[in-house]
Protein backbone atom coordinates (compact mmCIF):
# COMPACT_ATOMS: atom_id res chain seq x y z
CA UNK A 1 0.00 0.00 0.00
CA UNK A 2 1.96 3.54 -0.96
CA UNK A 3 0.46 6.61 0.24
CA UNK A 4 -2.70 7.93 0.90
CA UNK A 5 -3.53 11.82 -0.44
CA UNK A 6 -6.36 13.55 0.98
CA UNK A 7 -8.05 15.85 -1.82
CA UNK A 8 -9.72 19.04 -1.43
CA UNK A 9 -11.30 19.51 -5.04
CA UNK A 10 -12.31 17.06 -7.77
CA UNK A 11 -9.98 15.05 -8.73
CA UNK A 12 -9.00 15.66 -13.00
CA UNK A 13 -6.33 13.62 -14.97
CA UNK A 14 -3.96 16.72 -14.70
CA UNK A 15 -4.39 16.61 -10.59
CA UNK A 16 -4.09 13.13 -10.85
CA UNK A 17 -0.77 13.28 -12.76
CA UNK A 18 0.42 15.47 -10.17
CA UNK A 19 -0.34 13.25 -7.31
CA UNK A 20 1.39 9.96 -9.40
CA UNK A 21 4.89 12.33 -9.92
CA UNK A 22 4.92 14.02 -6.21
CA UNK A 23 3.79 10.56 -4.23
CA UNK A 24 3.44 7.70 -6.22
CA UNK A 25 6.86 8.01 -8.37
CA UNK A 26 9.01 8.81 -5.35
CA UNK A 27 7.06 5.79 -3.06
CA UNK A 28 7.77 3.51 -5.90
CA UNK A 29 11.50 4.01 -6.69
CA UNK A 30 12.16 3.97 -3.22
CA UNK A 31 9.96 0.78 -1.92
CA UNK A 32 10.30 -0.97 -5.44
CA UNK A 33 13.19 0.26 -6.62
CA UNK A 34 13.80 -3.24 -8.21
CA UNK A 35 10.72 -3.36 -10.36
CA UNK A 36 8.67 -5.36 -8.17
CA UNK A 37 6.44 -3.62 -7.05
CA UNK A 38 2.35 -3.61 -8.39
CA UNK A 39 -0.03 -0.23 -9.20
CA UNK A 40 -3.87 -0.74 -9.34
CA UNK A 41 -6.30 1.98 -10.15
CA UNK A 42 -9.97 1.56 -12.01
CA UNK A 43 -11.08 2.71 -15.11
CA UNK A 44 -11.82 6.60 -13.63
CA UNK A 45 -11.83 9.47 -16.22
CA UNK A 46 -9.20 10.76 -14.32
CA UNK A 47 -7.09 7.35 -14.12
CA UNK A 48 -7.15 6.81 -18.19
CA UNK A 49 -6.78 10.54 -19.38
CA UNK A 50 -4.12 11.07 -22.11
CA UNK A 51 -2.07 12.98 -19.88
CA UNK A 52 -1.53 10.17 -17.67
CA UNK A 53 -1.51 7.17 -19.88
CA UNK A 54 1.73 9.02 -20.91
CA UNK A 55 2.76 9.57 -17.72
CA UNK A 56 2.73 5.98 -16.65
CA UNK A 57 4.19 4.76 -19.48
CA UNK A 58 7.06 7.49 -19.57
CA UNK A 59 7.75 6.92 -15.69
CA UNK A 60 6.94 3.39 -14.84
CA UNK A 61 6.52 1.47 -17.27
CA UNK A 62 8.68 -1.04 -15.51
CA UNK A 63 6.15 -1.62 -12.67
CA UNK A 64 3.26 -4.09 -13.01
CA UNK A 65 0.22 -2.17 -13.74
CA UNK A 66 -3.16 -3.51 -12.88
CA UNK A 67 -6.79 -2.20 -14.35
CA UNK A 68 -9.67 -2.64 -12.32
CA UNK A 69 -13.04 -1.68 -13.35
CA UNK A 70 -14.57 1.62 -12.33
CA UNK A 71 -17.18 1.17 -9.74
CA UNK A 72 -17.06 -2.30 -9.01
CA UNK A 73 -16.12 -2.02 -4.76
CA UNK A 74 -15.52 -6.24 -4.97
CA UNK A 75 -12.49 -6.12 -6.90
CA UNK A 76 -10.63 -2.69 -4.82
CA UNK A 77 -8.97 -3.32 -2.49
CA UNK A 78 -9.06 0.75 -1.37
CA UNK A 79 -12.63 -0.01 -0.84
CA UNK A 80 -11.92 -2.31 1.69
CA UNK A 81 -9.51 -0.34 3.27
CA UNK A 82 -12.15 2.78 3.13
CA UNK A 83 -14.55 0.77 4.76
CA UNK A 84 -12.21 -0.45 7.93
CA UNK A 85 -10.88 3.23 8.36
CA UNK A 86 -14.89 4.54 8.87
CA UNK A 87 -15.39 1.71 11.41
CA UNK A 88 -12.61 3.39 13.41
CA UNK A 89 -13.43 6.63 12.69
CA UNK A 90 -17.08 6.12 13.86
CA UNK A 91 -15.68 4.59 17.03
CA UNK A 92 -14.14 7.62 18.25
CA UNK A 93 -14.99 9.75 20.75
CA UNK A 94 -16.20 12.49 20.67
CA UNK A 95 -16.50 12.20 16.85
CA UNK A 96 -13.86 13.77 14.29
CA UNK A 97 -15.44 17.50 13.22
CA UNK A 98 -12.94 18.37 10.72
CA UNK A 99 -10.62 16.72 8.05
CA UNK A 100 -8.01 17.55 10.43
CA UNK A 101 -9.42 15.88 13.02
CA UNK A 102 -9.29 12.63 11.43
Do not use: C
Not at 10 to 34: C, E, K, N, W
Not at 48 to 55: A, G, H, I, K, Q
Amino acid sequence: MGPLIRLETALTGDRYATILYDHLYPFMSIVYSDGSGQFQQDNATAHTSRFVTEWLQEYISHIRHFHRPSKSPDVNIIEHIWYALQLTVQKRSPPPLTPIDL
